[in-house]
């Protein structure tokens, strides 16, 4: 019995031995055709150029256009207006004719006062002839020195009394030249308030009208104090710009830096600067809203998209594509800058950063580049 129950023991082992010899190239390689260890997966990512180029140091604010002159036009004298000369808001020329006013009333005592002086003048004239005479007389002892000294002062407040006279003629004349009102620059009108046959005077509130300089004009914006150094060193240099756009457009002017406040605001640590803009083409309006970017200076960096800027722990880093694989490469980042960001350290240019697929790599991880994507 014992000797039959070995034999059965080894035929059972045997049997087992067969079936694993059989199957062993299943198990060993897994049911594939292939051998050898699995190999690692290739990542498809998007890569962009580290670029070096001349990049500006800027500062962004908002900024508000305001006219360099404007002048709310008023009436001098009282009385009525006889014509006006320019179209609602229409665009004048310095000299041009605005309002005519009624002169008559002014025309006759303009008159009256050259008549007063013209009779003074006579008067003189005759006083000088009486000096002229008593001086001959006296010498033959034919007169007294006091009728001559009375001659002389006759004629000496005849003359005092011209002057008067040609200064209130002069006076007059002043008052008629406010009866016409002219543009003191080139700019833009504002809709007349007064129309032909309204009385003004000096003491209305309300102007006649408005004009506003368009060229040049201020955008007027604040920065940060900290920015405030530099942007000093940059305007002794002449090296710093102004360019102001109108929000939703691309349309834009570029200036430069006109005035820095003397103070800087100590509840908000900003200073306000102003900055002159040339505004040929009357893009900027007076009053509207506009970004500004402050160009302080130039300087050569490294820029990449700032999508491929990653952040950790340890501080930002890049993947950088070489031989096909990621490596982590940290960064140093000083600043953004139209949707790049400027690299101070860990980059020279020239190397191919990963921008998209970031979230599937690690230090050698197998790479290939693919196309961005649309709309990208």
Do not use: C
């Amino acid at each position: 019995m014992k000797k039959r129950n070995l034999m059965i023991l080894a035929g059972a082992l045997g049997i087992a031995a067969l079936a694993a010899y059989v199957t062993r190239t299943s198990w060993m390689n897994g049911g594939g055709s292939v051998q050898g260890p699995p190999r690692a997966r290739v990542v498809s990512v998007e890569v962009a150029k580290a670029d070096r180029k001349p990049v500006p140091v800027d500062v962004d604010s908002i900024g508000t256009v305001t006219p360099i002159s404007s002048v709310a036009l008023k009436s001098r004298v009282e009385t009525t207006i006889v014509s006006v000369h320019f179209e609602d808001g229409a665009k004048v020329n310095k000299g041009d004719l605005l309002f005519a006013l009624d002169a008559r009333q002014i025309d006759a005592l303009i008159e009256q006062a050259e008549g007063v002086l013209a009779k003074d003048q006579a008067q003189l004239e005759a006083a000088q002839r009486d000096v002229r005479r008593y001086g001959d007389l006296i010498g033959k002892g034919a007169t007294t020195q006091v009728n001559l000294d009375n001659a002389k002062t006759q004629a000496d407040i005849l003359t005092g009394t011209i002057k008067a006279d040609q200064s209130a003629l002069d006076n007059l004349r002043v008052q008629k030249s406010y009866t016409t009102i002219r543009a003191p620059f080139s700019g833009r009108i504002s809709a007349a308030n007064v129309k032909v046959g309204n009385f003004v005077r000096p003491a209305d509130t309300a102007p006649l009208a408005v004009i506003n300089q368009m060229a040049p004009v201020y955008v007027t914006f604040a920065i940060p104090q900290r920015a405030l150094v530099e942007l000093r060193d940059a305007m002794a240099a002449g090296g710093s710009k102004v360019t102001a756009t109108i929000p939703g457009h691309q349309r834009s002017e570029d200036g430069k830096v006109a005035m820095v406040e003397n103070t800087v605001d100590a509840t908000t640590g900003m200073v306000t600067v102003r900055g002159i803009m040339n505004n040929e083409n009357e893009t900027l309006w007076p009053g509207t809203l506009v970004n500004t970017r402050l160009i302080i200076r130039t300087e050569d960096g490294v820029t990449v998209p700032t999508a491929a800027v990653q952040r950790s722990q340890s501080g930002n880093f890049v993947f950088v594509m070489m031989d096909g694989k990621a490596h982590v490469q940290p960064v140093t980042v000083s600043r953004t800058f139209q949707g790049s960001s400027v690299i101070a350290s860990g980059l020279s240019g020239g190397e191919d950063v990963i921008v998209d697929g970031q979230l599937l790599l690690s230090e050698g991880t197998p790479v290939a580049p693919r196309g961005a994507k649309a709309g990208a």
